[in-house]
């Protein structure tokens, strides 16, 4: 009788083992069937609906290493994006994350930098503004803990600047995936720069958003900057450009 009950006790443990792990499978399938799986372009600058702007998203959905083109409209002809050998690319990246509650996550599509870099070149609106502002928003994790974005940008006027490590926000996107926000200003407007991406880290995901800027008055940047926060209130992350601004696969 005792060895019945522990058989009976066996089969439950595996019919609940099978359960789960059907389960598990299921729910893989349905994100890997086309559910959002990576926050993007989830921080937009105040100034993306100004004139003479560029918007270029890479979701890095397969393993080519360039030239590529941006996924998203909003770039100038010649926008492309390279990635530097010493690089792997991973179709999913272990741990991925998911949360439902915010519709963000990140882990598919990743390029793995180990001492290579993501090199972005950028064409500009060609304006005698004497402004320039460069906003980047990368999808990352560190392979080591400490390990961090580094950001460096070069023009064709001859201008350097770098390294790059400190962010204007940070996102935390589950437990190991962060998202990142940079921007940087320049007092001139060149034809085009490159932005490398460098640092040991996997990136998911990068968004950069271009203004040749005539520097408005300090009060008119506030409005503006006002405007636009209303404005993203009101229409969330599908406002921008009238796109849904979530990765999918």
């Known amino acids: 009788m005792e060895e019945r009950e522990n058989d009976e006790e066996d089969k439950k443990k595996k019919m609940i083992t099978k359960s789960a792990t059907i389960c598990a499978v299921y729910v893989c399938m349905l994100l890997t069937a086309g559910m959002a799986l990576a926050a993007i372009d989830i921080n937009p600058p105040p100034w993306w609906q100004e004139t003479n702007t560029t918007w270029q998203v890479w979701e890095f959905s397969s393993s080519d290493a360039g030239p590529i083109e941006p996924d998203w409209d909003g770039y100038l002809l010649g926008t492309h994006l390279t990635i530097t050998p010493a690089s792997d690319w991973l179709a999913q990246d272990l741990p991925c994350e998911y949360i439902p509650e915010i519709g963000l996550g990140a882990g598919f599509g990743v390029w793995q930098l180990s001492g290579g870099s993501i090199n972005a070149f950028v064409e500009n609106f060609q304006q005698p503004n004497p402004q320039k502002r460069i906003w980047i928003q990368i999808t990352w994790r560190p392979q080591e803990s400490g390990d961090c974005p580094v950001i460096y940008l070069q023009d064709s006027l001859g201008g350097q600047l770098g390294p790059v490590t400190n962010p204007l926000s940070v996102i935390q996107i589950g437990s190991d995936w962060i998202h990142s926000t940079y921007e940087i200003v320049l007092n001139y407007n060149p034809p085009d720069e ?16 271009t203004w040749c800027s005539s520097i408005p008055e300090p009060a008119t940047i506030t409005l503006l ?21 979530i990765k999918r696969i």
């Not at 900057?225 to 404005?231: D, P, R």
């Open 194 to 209: 490159i932005i490398r991406i460098a640092g040991s880290i996997n990136v998911d995901d990068l968004v950069i958003d």
């Open 225 to 245: 900057a006002i405007g636009s926060l209303i404005l993203s209130r009101r229409s969330g992350l599908t406002g921008r450009k009238n796109s849904v601004r």
